[in-house]
């Protein structure tokens, strides 16, 4: 008599198996997103806004899936690293796996470097350079014949007349506009040059160490939120030890998991729209390339 199959290799089989069958369902997902969107590019509708009204309409859900991803993955992670951090210095191995952790991100943090630095030397002979342009004054012309073709213009004493017979060099047709009030000047400006001093200061530990943890959360500050989780948790824990209260007794850490366990679901919720949500990306932007 041949021994009955263990009940947990045949949940796994079956999850290999659901897995390996929603990918290929992506497959002709993908296919069908790129028809459609190759057939609206070629659809020229009498009314161009109804193709715009179309477009638009596809892709929605892949707009509201994007949004949604957004919405839940930064609550998500806030919420797991200040749990993990808690769960390490409870059993005592914070500071090995932050030494381990440290040393990945300066490792990385160097690759990054050497890779970025690599590639404007290979790139750099394909970059275009050009001399900023210096601002000049705005100059401008005024009709004074009805008729056209005639321009007020000015001579050396600063008489104004009407004139037909100007050359487009002649100086004398034009006029200059002073700004006074500021109101024709315009954002644009010459590059900024930063230092290597500058660019560290602001890119790096003024991005890290924020100064509104809600406004990095409405600003998508993933570096911010994960360095204020961090200390959140490590005080945390210190505040548990100190009152002599265990992990399992807290009502803030029990609080942190039910929000965990809430956005995990929403994760998975999210997740079961990706199919769809891939056919409605597709098909948009496929249609805006072509």
Same mark, same amino acid.
């Given at each position: 008599?041949?021994?009955?199959?263990?009940?947990?290799?045949?949940?796994?089989?079956?999850?290999?198996?659901?897995?390996?069958?929603?990918?290929?369902?992506?497959?002709?997902?993908?296919?069908?997103?790129?028809?459609?969107?190759?057939?609206?590019?070629?659809?020229?509708?009498?009314?161009?806004?109804?193709?715009?009204?179309?477009?638009?309409?596809?892709?929605?859900?892949?707009?509201?899936?994007?949004?949604?991803?957004?919405?839940?993955?930064?609550?998500?992670?806030?919420?797991?690293?200040?749990?993990?951090?808690?769960?390490?210095?409870?059993?005592?191995?914070? =500071?090995?796996?932050? !030494?381990?952790? &440290?040393?990945?991100?300066?490792?990385?943090? #160097?690759?990054? %470097? +050497?890779?970025?630095?690599?590639?404007?030397?290979?790139?750099?002979?394909?970059?275009?350079?050009?001399?900023?342009?210096?601002?000049?004054?705005?100059?401008?012309?005024?009709?004074?014949?009805?008729?056209?073709?005639?321009?007020?213009?000015?001579?050396?004493?600063?008489?104004?007349?009407?004139?037909?017979?100007?050359?487009?060099?002649?100086?004398?047709?034009?006029?200059?506009?002073?700004?006074?009030?500021?109101?024709?000047?315009?954002?644009?400006?010459?590059?900024?040059?930063?230092?290597?001093?500058?660019?560290?200061?602001?890119?790096?530990?003024?991005?890290?160490?924020? =100064?509104?943890?809600? !406004?990095?959360? &409405?600003?998508?500050?993933?570096?911010?939120? #994960?360095?204020? %989780? +961090?200390?959140?948790?490590?005080?945390?824990?210190?505040?548990?030890?100190?009152?002599?209260?265990?992990?399992?007794?807290?009502?803030?850490?029990?609080?942190?998991?039910?929000?965990?366990?809430?956005?995990?679901?929403?994760?998975?919720?999210?997740?079961?729209?990706?199919?769809?949500?891939?056919?409605?990306?597709?098909?948009?932007?496929?249609?805006?390339?072509?």
């Amino acid at each position: 008599v041949s021994s009955p199959k263990p009940l947990k290799d045949e949940v796994s089989s079956n999850n290999e198996t659901a897995d390996v069958t929603e990918e290929e369902a992506h497959v002709p997902r993908t296919v069908v997103g790129v028809g459609i969107g190759i057939g609206l590019s070629t659809w020229e509708p009498s009314d161009p806004k109804d193709k715009e009204v179309a477009v638009k309409w596809i892709g929605l859900i892949g707009d509201m899936f994007i949004r949604c991803l957004k919405a839940v993955v930064l609550p998500l992670v806030f919420v797991n690293v200040i749990l993990s951090i808690v769960e390490m210095m409870a059993v005592g191995r914070a =500071s090995s796996v932050g !030494g381990k952790t &440290v040393g990945l991100y300066l490792l990385t943090t #160097v690759i990054a %470097a +050497i890779i970025g630095i690599l590639s404007i030397l290979i790139f750099k002979r394909f970059f275009e350079t050009a001399d900023e342009e210096e601002d000049t004054e705005a100059r401008f012309q005024l009709g004074c014949n009805a008729t056209g073709g005639e321009f007020l213009a000015h001579d050396s004493s600063g008489n104004v007349f009407c004139s037909g017979n100007l050359t487009d060099d002649d100086p004398n047709q034009y006029f200059t506009i002073v700004d006074v009030d500021g109101t024709f000047k315009t954002t644009a400006g010459p590059p900024v040059e930063s230092t290597v001093s500058e660019t560290v200061y602001a890119g790096v530990f003024q991005t890290m160490i924020t =100064s509104n943890i809600f !406004g990095s959360f &409405v600003d998508g500050n993933f570096a911010a939120v #994960v360095v204020f %989780a +961090i200390f959140m948790g490590a005080g945390l824990c210190k505040s548990l030890q100190k009152k002599k209260i265990d992990t399992s007794e807290s009502v803030f850490i029990a609080f942190l998991k039910e929000v965990d366990g809430i956005l995990i679901t929403l994760i998975y919720w999210i997740i079961m729209v990706t199919p769809f949500a891939v056919l409605s990306l597709i098909s948009r932007y496929e249609q805006v390339l072509s």
